[in-house]
């Protein structure tokens, strides 16, 4: 069974509290995510505020769909 995605509202709030230097198995039981989960957030939306991470939602969901561009389904992921 698919999971649904988590909150832009949740990544951006987890990510912060990561840079905060709350531990991160701390931050794992209170949003009930992996670790990996967490590092992979953090490497993909580091810098990132809710807009921008939207943003980035809106464009890996439509890039996912329609993956006629025959560029094997690659993600880039530009700084505006």
Same mark, same amino acid.
């Given at each position: !069974?698919?999971?649904?995605?988590?909150?832009?509202?949740?990544?951006?709030?987890?990510? *912060?509290? @990561?840079?905060?230097? +709350?531990?991160? &198995?701390?931050?794992?039981?209170?949003?009930?995510?992996?670790?990996?989960? &967490?590092?992979?957030?953090?490497?993909?939306?580091?810098? !990132? =505020?809710?807009?921008? @991470?939207? *943003?980035?939602?809106? +464009?890996?969901?439509?890039?996912?769909? =329609?993956?006629?561009?025959? =560029?094997?389904? *690659?993600?880039?992921?530009?700084? +505006?």
């Amino acid at each position: !069974m698919k999971r649904k995605p988590y909150p832009e509202q949740q990544i951006v709030a987890v990510v *912060k509290r @990561v840079e905060t230097g +709350t531990a991160i &198995v701390e931050i794992c039981r209170e949003y009930v995510v992996s670790e990996a989960t &967490v590092h992979r957030w953090k490497k993909r939306y580091g810098v !990132m =505020d809710i807009s921008q @991470v939207r *943003k980035v939602e809106y +464009t890996t969901a439509g890039r996912l769909s =329609d993956n006629s561009s025959g =560029d094997g389904g *690659k993600i880039v992921l530009k700084n +505006t």
